[in-house]
Nanobody
Framework: QVQLVESGGGLVQAGGSLRLSCAAS????????MGWFRQAPGKEREFVGG????????YYADSVKGRFTISRDNAKNTVYLQMSSLKPEDTAVYRC?????????????????WGQGTQVTVSS
């Protein structure tokens, strides 16, 4: 059993930055690859980026490359999503997820556990 709780969402002006956190509890955190997804009203959930378990290799959707950075602190059982140069189209509910069976995972079906999400709103 793994429980995930996101935090750090809020309202930010276009061009600004925001850092989201995802705290995990349960099984060994370092044994899971972690990912971030987002879903805006009227749109399907989309992959944002992911990070591997121990090597901390990262990969991102084309829409956020160069602007978003994922990191993890295994000692704190926490994964982060640093968002910079935010755009109004980044507005969405952001969720973190954990995958035990895949090293790289860009689809929802490859993730086993999900957080409840945190709202990010980018104005103007």
């Amino acid at each position: 059993q793994v429980q995930l709780v996101e935090s750090g969402g809020g309202l930010v002006q276009a061009g600004g930055s925001l850092r989201l956190s995802c705290a995990a509890s349960g099984r060994a955190f370092s044994s899971y690859s972690m990912g971030w997804f987002r879903q805006a009203p009227g749109k399907e959930r989309e992959f944002v980026g992911g990070i591997t378990m121990s090597s901390r290799s990262t990969y991102y959707a084309d829409s956020v490359k160069g602007r978003f950075t994922i990191s993890r602190d295994n000692a704190k059982n926490t994964v982060y999503l640093q968002m910079s140069s935010l755009k109004p189209e980044d507005t969405a509910v952001y969720r973190c997820a954990a995958s035990s069976g895949y090293y790289y995972a860009t689809t929802t079906g490859k993730y086993d556990y999900w957080g409840q999400g945190t709202q990010v709103t980018v104005s103007s």
